[in-house]
């Protein structure tokens, strides 16, 4: 068993040396209950306490050595200030909105410490959000990353399990896209000099964030490929991209001939500019974006938004109107995960209907030859 029992000469009073592994580090303890132990008898008595806890499993170095255990309200502000410099300016937005309108809340009403947030704690957090089942699960995801940050720096023992995903009771959303024809209507609706951007959303699959960021230092003109590595994120440029990852896409034939126009005009670091812009290098916003966009909707007669009508249409098409794999897909997308494509698998309503009757057109054609 840990721990072992010294005395001191030149003090006349006992000590236990008890060697924490968790954190590698040797603790001299010398006080029982706040009092000097100045009997071999009271530093047993405190050894055998340690002892039992630790063969209990409930054993906390900082019972005995007069530390607090870890409040969880302070810490939470705490890890965000040091996880800060990290993190995309939207996701401290939303782990600060979580922070201030969910978990300090909770914290404040059931007053739990760090170390004691177990599973049971969790599930009542998890019923306490007063959210949708996705916004529920941000707020356990930015708990997750603290208490995931407590554990390495050795504030817990162990991140405890968090409740499965079905509890959160999670729908998710059906994917909403546009045929290329009716696409395409709304993209010529914009007026020309903001087309480009659109036309490169449109053929690349990527997302409005990074094509309002992208440079001219991100084009590999001997490859004829399109680096992916900046983003835009609470209306600041961010120096990565959403998932971390650096991705090359290849120019596509259909792009490259707006592209060349674009070339001739270069005036500011940025690939695609806007004259009305106030932003740094004339550079398209998101909310540039949208505006054009749903403006251009209105024009048409269609009511659907950017990302919908740009990126989750044109993967619908690869695989509903064009005949692409959803395996295939991953690949033009560089998504990690082959469950991330096959959302775009799913046909809309008015496809499948056409489907439908082609089967009752096929069936009346049968009939019409038996005769």
Not at 60 to 76: A, M, N
Not at 139 to 161: D, F, G, N, Q, T
Not at 337 to 344: M, T
């Amino acid at each position: 068993m840990k721990g072992s029992i010294h005395f001191r000469k030149d003090s006349g009073w006992w000590f236990v040396k008890w060697y924490d592994a968790k954190r590698k580090k040797s603790f001299f303890i010398s006080r029982y209950r706040g009092e000097r132990m100045y009997h071999k008898k009271i530093a047993g008595k405190l050894l055998a306490t340690m002892q039992a806890d630790q063969e209990a499993g409930v054993f906390r170095i900082e019972k005995f050595t007069g530390e607090q255990f870890t409040d969880v309200i302070p810490y939470l502000t705490e890890w965000l200030n040091a996880v800060r410099p990290t993190l995309t300016p939207a996701t401290v937005k939303d782990y600060k909105n979580s922070i201030r309108n969910h978990l300090e809340p909770f914290f404040r009403k059931n007053n739990f410490q760090l170390h004691e947030i177990q599973f049971d704690v969790l599930v009542m957090l998890l019923n306490s959000i007063n959210r949708t089942g996705k916004g529920k699960l941000n707020v356990m995801y930015c708990l997750h990353a603290c208490l995931k940050y407590a554990w390495k720096s050795r504030r817990i023992p162990e991140v405890p399990a968090f409740p499965e995903k079905r509890l959160y009771q999670i729908q998710e959303p059906s994917i909403t896209w546009l045929p290329e024809e009716r696409q395409m209507a709304i993209i010529d609706a914009i007026p020309e000099e903001h087309q480009p951007i659109f036309l490169w959303l449109k053929y690349h699959l990527r997302r409005p964030a990074e094509a309002c960021v992208l440079k001219w230092e991100d084009w590999d003109r001997e490859n004829g490929v399109f680096i992916i590595r900046r983003s835009e994120s609470a209306r600041q440029i961010v120096e990565r991209t959403k998932t971390g990852v650096e991705h090359i896409i290849p120019a596509h034939s259909e792009f490259v001939r707006y592209f060349s126009g674009i070339e001739r005009t270069v005036v500011s670091q940025f690939m695609f500019v806007n004259s009305r812009s106030r932003s740094a290098g004339k550079r398209y916003t998101n909310d540039a974006l949208n505006l054009i966009w749903h403006k251009a909707c209105r024009e048409v007669g269609e009511s659907i938004d950017l990302y919908s009508g740009l990126k989750h249409s044109s993967c619908s098409q690869y695989i509903n109107e064009k005949g692409l794999s959803v395996s295939d897909l991953q690949q033009i997308t560089d998504h990690a995960r082959l469950e991330s494509v096959r959302k775009y698998a799913k046909m809309e309503v008015a496809r499948k209907r056409e489907l439908m009757e082609r089967g009752k057109v096929v069936k009346l054609e049968r009939v019409e030859n038996d005769r």
